[in-house]
């Protein structure tokens, strides 16, 4: 286990983690695509997830890593975020953050680049609210649901992020598609 002065961020700034819900996708059982990993956003979905892009840039919000789930769906917001907040932004994607994936694996990946302090993940419900409440300390009966395109911002002490960690803000879609259009 490393120390406690090696587990903190080294330029002393909080390390701050982003989990956002994939957008608006085709709908399950849809015969163009039978395997729900196939499923990719609707038209709508990508245009509404440029919109809530946008208001993430208004806020500020700026990541240097983005992780997605494999799923077509997560791996199409992942992309649309990271063309719109900065062309040059990382992007992986994790079988953590797929249906059922295991937050102690994420925060594994997350742990292994210590360069990186402003991590983006896109994945499905329940499983983000899950780890939201996980990682801000509480029970998995504390449950907040991510809409789709929703997103939290939860900041931590230290690298790896470690529970429990503060909530920053915790924006719904059309919350973001408000700020995108001032």
Known sequence: MPSAKSSRNPEGSPYKLCLMRHGISVSRGTTAFPADADRPLTPE??????????GLRRLGYQPD??????????????????ELLGPDIPLDCSESL????????LLELLGGHSE?????????????????ARLMGASRHARCGF????????????????PPGEL???LTPRILCELARQ
């Open 168 to 170: 920053v803000w915790w």
């Open 98 to 105: 797929r249906p059922g994936g295991s937050l102690d694996s």
């Open 147 to 162: 809409k789709k395109g929703g997103c939290c911002l939860i900041r931590f002490e230290r690298h790896p992020p470690q």
């Open 116 to 132: 990186r302090r402003r991590a983006m993940v896109v994945g499905h419900e329940t499983d983000l609210s899950d780890m939201a």
């Open 45 to 54: 979905g990508k245009q509404r997830m440029r919109e809530i892009s946008r």
């Open 65 to 82: 890593w983005i992780i997605s789930s494999p799923l077509a769906r997560a791996r199409q917001t992942a992309a649309i975020v990271a």
